[in-house]
Each structure stands twice: as C-alpha cells, then as structure tokens.
C-alpha cells in the first residue's frame, strides 16, 4: 500500500532532480510496507544504503542547479541538506534500536524530508 | 476521505493508481465500452444456472422458467445501475449477479413452489436494506473470521449441491459433469488472458455439447432455440408472492452473508480505485449493502431469487484495469437485451442437469478458496479459531444431514435447515460468548522525562501481550511517534479483539505540531478513524481506532 505518492505538481522542472524525489518516495513506501508485513530487517538496511549514495549525489546535482542558477537561498538549502546528512548519519549510528523502531524512526526522517524539503524548499528554489 | 494537507502536500495524495485504464469516472469510447460490458456479463452469465436450477426444484414448467430467467435479467440490469450509481448504491462498478448464497434456502422454500421462493426473497432483501445501516455500528460482531466463514460455508453448500446434481444421470451425466468441472478447472489455471476469464462459460460449453452429442435425456431440446424469436417480451405469468415464515430463518441469514460479502466487494473495489487508500469508505459500504437488499427484494417482487455482488466481476475489473463505473451502464445494457431474447432464456432454461453441476462444483471450488483467502489475513488465536472451527464443524455436519438435527426441538428446525444460517448463527453465538469479558485496557501515565522512545517500548510490550495483529501494531507505534511529545500527559488503550481504541490526552498549548497536516501525516493514513476533542480545563483528546 503506498502511503505516498509522486505527482507532477512536486515537478521542480528538473528530469534528474525529480527522479531523484521520485526515488525517495518509493524508498518511503519501501519502509512503510517492510514495516507493515514484518520484512524491516532487509528493507531499512537497503533503504539506507540508497539514502546514504542519495544524500551525495542528489544533494551535489541540487546544489550544482541552484548555484549555476544564482540562487540566493543557496546557503540555507545547503544547511537544510547539512541537517538531513546528520539525521541520516545518526539513524545509521542508532544500534541500539530494533530495526522496527529505526524503521519508524527512518519513516518520521522521510516524512521531514518530503514535506518540509521537497515539497516546500525545493519548490520554492525551482520558483524562484 | 481524510484532510487535505495543503499546498504542494496535497499532492501526495493523488488517489488514482497506476495501472488503472479506464478510471472510476472515465468515460470509455461506445466500442471499448460495448466489448467491456460484453465481457462482464459473460462473467456474471454462469450463475443464471442458480436461476435454472431453483426453477426445477419448484417443479415450473420450462416456459415460465423463461419467464422467470428474464426477470431475473431486467432486476440484474437495474440492480447492477443502482450500484454504480454514486447517490444510490456504492457508486463503484459492481455488477449484480444471482447468488449462490440464497441455493440453499431458495431450495428448501421451492418445496412449496416458485410463489414462496419469491416472497421469501422479498423478505430477505428488505431485511438487508434495514441492515445496511446496523451492519456498519454493529462492525466488531462481525470480524472478518466470520465472513470468511460465511464465504467458505455458501462454497460447501453450492458445491454440495453440485455433486449431488451431476450425479442424478447415471454415468454418462457424471462424465459430462465433471467434463464441465475439468475444462472450466484447466481453462481456470492454465489458461491466458481471455481463456482464463471465460473458463467457467466455456467449462459449460463444452459440457452442453458433450451433452448434446451423448443423447442423454436433457429438459428440453437446446435446438428449440434456434427456432425461437431472437426478440420478445417476458411472461408475467409467473409473477405471484406467497411467505412461508417456517424459511424465514434460513433467508435472513442468507441475508446477513449477502451483506457481508457485498461490504467486502465495496472495499475492495475502494482499494483498487484510490492508491492512497487507508480506511474502509463506511458511507460507500452502506449504500452498497442497502443496494443489495433493495435489489434482492425487487429480484423477489418480479418473481426471481436473490441477488448479490459478483465478486469475480470485480476481480475482472481489476485485472482488465477497467473500473469506470460507465461500464455498468453497458453491462445492463447487454442483460436488457438477453432478457428480451428468448432464443437466449431457452438456451439457458435448458442446460443439462449435469452441466449445471459441474458448474455448481466449479464456482463452490472458487466460493471457499475465496473465503480461505479472507481467513489468511485473520492471526489466528484459540479465540478466532473456536469461532471459525466449531461453527464450520456444525455446518459440515448440516450438509451431510447428520442425525444430530433431527432429535432437535421442532421449534429450532427452521434455523437447522440452512447450513449457511446454522452455521453464521453458531459463530455470532461462540463470538459473543468468546469475547464477553475479553476487552483488555491499559492505562499509561507518560512522564515528559521519558524518552519517546521508552513510551513506545512499553505500548509494544502491552500490544504485544494483548495478541494484536502486527500491521496494527505497527501502525500505533508510527502514529504514537509522531503524536507523542512532552504534551502528551496519559494514554488510555482498549482492545477488544477486533478493534483497538487510542486515547491520548495532551496538556496545554492550543497550537500544536499534532494539529499541522505536516505533523499528521502519518497518523491520517495509518489510522481507521481519528478525532480530537477539547476539554473544559483546556487540555484536549486524540482519538484514534485502529481496525484489526
């Protein structure tokens, strides 16, 4: 059952940049049906696995666009990206946990991301 | 179906799925639509057979049971617009069929002719329209163990009656009988595409014509039908009401299955419409249930029998990824135009006993993998087993006329001879009884000192020890870490088996993270129901209910 879905109006115009958004809502509904049928062990260490290559590589290509376009609010989005980095690093540090709780943890940080990144900043750069 | 989220978050909740072609409100071109309709009629065709062999066992002669089969049509037509309508029915593509559910009792009222099948009908399906609305408060008395139950019980019956009916010719008609089952089996699970979709139609196919070819005495002589007009208006003469409150029992829990399996053809249709579905559609399920009825009792009315959702037809829809319910229009288009042919009503009225059982065998195969399939995503505990494995037992025990029932009390026999009726009453019974007193509450004082995480913990262990199924477990745990923070004061869990209610009271500040679509996200999706509630001292409540 997906909980979230792409569409077009979360399109910042940017073919790259937005498979790039698209693949982080599948890994969010990864998560969310691992963790509904009990599969999270395998899932969450795959889910972060790709978080991890995406956080280098989606954040470069979306820092390289805003800066060849001049964009002032180019500071802040890289300090927003900053925050989701150490985020990420701290759920990979999070041992301690079930990987069902990480999973839920992993959930509330994708949550974050889509909604307040994704759907607020990124689309307020690709206005601007 | 649950709060916008503004902005741009809105859009995460496109509802239409991918796969879908012709959407719910799409309009498909007159062909597609032509061949679409066509196609989900020949679905529905098979169980006319139920109408046929109702009619036999009324002792009505083969041109009133013409009669009877066009009616049955026509109500099918009206009953199959009624559902895809959005104000009347469910408003989802469901198509009407005659159903398996109401043989058993339909039989047993035949004894005393078509007139009493008829009213008896009429009676049931008033019932179901006033139990539309006590169906959906009453929910929790009718936990999907007992639907699967029901479902499993009407296959056992339909193909009971099945076999007893292809081995009423002798060999020969048992070899075409079960030459019916066999093709409808192989085209069933080996077949492609169009193959796959018809096997019931063409197991009867071929079953007719090994018929024809075998000589075999039939009921009439399918080559009439050819000779007949290919258009004609109906006989009235059949249409005529009697009641006999000694079947009352029987239909009316007849009745109850038919409700259950309707609201369950409702859901899944919902599901397979919007991607981003959470929660049953309660006001869709209810118009559903009270189309159903009212189709039934018009079934009766025009002297036919009772009437349901197909459920193979939904199957249908979602493969074909066609699920406009413009599609409706066209199926009752093709089920006006069969009743009015009279070539056609003769070809079915004339189906060999032995086709009509080995497609009786066939489609009771389906009935119980299909309610097997509904038990699979039931846990299983002593409780729920007790309420599906003795009332099955007893059913069982009814279709094989076990001499248990004949030492019961005159007074009880009615309820005794349906097994479906015996068997949806013992399991309403042992549910009642193997619930009464098993609510189980906790209470929890949340210490904002705590970390979410130890609250978490600790809610685990109680849902854990309670026996809660894990997707509602989990579901609590995301719902809970995004609305627990240091305002949350108490939380107050109860479980009754079926449902889990939470209640967490919060303290102070009147705008908060909870309030925010943002803050939300979750605990919209994954929960059955959520509201919340400001008390006098200004704390406030969520509630939240999580169906298992």
Redesign the interface.
């Known amino acids: ?5 792409w ?4 399109s910042l115009g940017v073919e790259s940049l937005d498979a790039d958004h698209r693949q982080l ?1 599948d890994t969010l509904n990864q998560v969310f049906d691992a ?4 599969r999270s062990s395998s899932a969450l260490h795959g889910a972060l696995a790709t978080l991890n290559d995406y956080v280098t590589g989606h954040f470069a290509r979306e820092e390289a666009w805003m800066q060849a376009r001049n964009h002032p609010d180019l500071v802040r989005h890289r300090q927003e990206h900053e925050a989701l980095r150490d985020q990420l690093a701290l759920l990979c540090a999070m041992r301690e ?1 079930s990987d ?2 990480r999973s ?2 992993l ?2 940080v994708l ?2 991301w ?3 990144h994704i ?2 900043s990124d ?1 307020d750069a690709s206005a601007a | 179906m649950f709060p916008g ?1 503004g ?8 509802r239409r799925p991918d796969g879908l072609i012709h959407g719910l409100d799409d309009k498909p071109q007159a062909l597609t639509l032509a061949a679409l309709g066509l196609q989900h009629f020949m679905v529905a065709a098979p169980n006319l057979a139920i109408v046929v062999m109702i009619c036999r066992a009324a002792g009505v002669d083969a041109a009133t049971a013409e009669g009877v089969l066009s009616f049955s049509l026509i109500v099918l037509a009206i009953a199959t617009l009624v559902q895809c309508s959005r104000r009347l029915g469910s408003g989802y593509f469901i198509v009407a069929c005659n159903s398996g559910i109401y043989l058993s009792a339909s039989l047993a009222a035949a004894a005393g002719g078509l007139p009493v099948v008829c009213g008896m009908t009429l009676v049931a399906g008033i019932f179901q329209a006033f139990f539309a609305s006590l169906l959906v408060r009453a929910r929790r008395f009718f936990p999907n163990e007992i639907v699967a139950l029901s479902i499993i019980i009407v296959g056992i019956e339909i193909g009971v009656i099945g076999l007893t009916r292809l081995s009423g010719a002798g060999v020969p008609g048992l070899v075409v009988g079960g030459a019916t089952f066999f093709v409808s089996v192989v085209f069933g699970v080996f077949g492609r595409g169009s193959w796959r979709l018809y096997c019931s139609l063409l197991g009867m196919s071929c079953g007719y014509l090994m018929h024809l070819a075998s000589g075999i005495p039939g009921p009439g002589s399918a080559g009439d039908a050819f000779s007949s007009a290919l258009f004609g208006l109906p006989s009235f003469a059949h249409l005529k009401l009697e009641f006999d409150l000694g079947y009352l029992l029987p239909f009316l829990f007849a009745a109850v299955a038919a409700s259950l399996k309707t609201m369950g053809a409702v859901d899944i249709c919902a599901r397979i419409n919007d ?4 929660r049953p559609e309660i006001r869709a399920i209810r118009r559903g249930v009270l189309a159903d009825g009212l189709s039934t009792a018009l079934s009766g009315m025009f002297g036919s029998t009772g009437t349901n959702s197909s459920t193979s037809s939904v199957g249908v829809s979602h493969a074909s990824g066609a699920t406009s319910r413009v599609i409706g229009i066209a199926v009752a288009a093709w089920m006006l135009a069969f009743a009015l042919s009279p070539a056609f009503t003769h070809l079915v009225v004339n189906l060999p006993d032995p086709v009509v059982g080995g497609t009786l065998v066939f489609t009771g195969c389906l009935v119980i993998a299909n309610g097997f399939q509904i038990l699979g995503t039931v846990p299983m505990d002593m409780r729920r087993a007790g309420v599906v494995a003795f009332p099955l037992l007893v059913a069982i025990a009814r279709v094989a006329n076990a001499p248990l029932f004949a030492q019961l009390p005159d007074s009880v026999k009615p309820l005794m001879s349906s097994a479906l009726a015996i068997g949806v009453f013992t399991a309403l019974l042992v549910n009642a009884f193997l619930s009464w007193g098993n609510a189980r509450r906790a209470t929890i004082a949340l210490d904002p000192a705590h970390p979410v ?1 130890e609250q ?2 600790r809610v685990e262990r109680i849902l854990r020890e309670w026996n809660v199924a ?2 509602v477990k ?2 609590v ?2 719902t809970l ?2 609305l627990l923070d240091e305002h949350a004061s108490s939380l107050k869990l109860e479980f009754n088996g079926c449902t889990l209610h939470v209640n967490l009271t919060r303290t102070g500040s009147s705008q908060d993270a909870q309030t925010t ?2 803050g939300r ?2 605990s919209d ?2 929960s059955d129901a959520m509201a919340r509630r400001k008390r006098a001292d200004g704390s406030s409540v969520i509630s939240l209910c999580f169906e298992q």
Not at chain 2, 7 to 14: R, V
Not at chain 2, 275 to 278: D, F, Y
Request: aromatic share 6%.
């Open positions: 059952m997906p909980i979230a879905m569409t077009p109006e979360l809502i963790l509904l049928f009990d946990l069902q709780e839920v943890e959930l509330m949550r974050d889509l909604l307040g759907a607020h689309r | 989220l902005g741009a978050a809105d859009s995460l909740m496109a991607a981003a579905w959470v995480g978490l913990r894990h997707n989990v579901r745990m995301l870490r995004e679509p943002h996200f979750f999706r994954v």
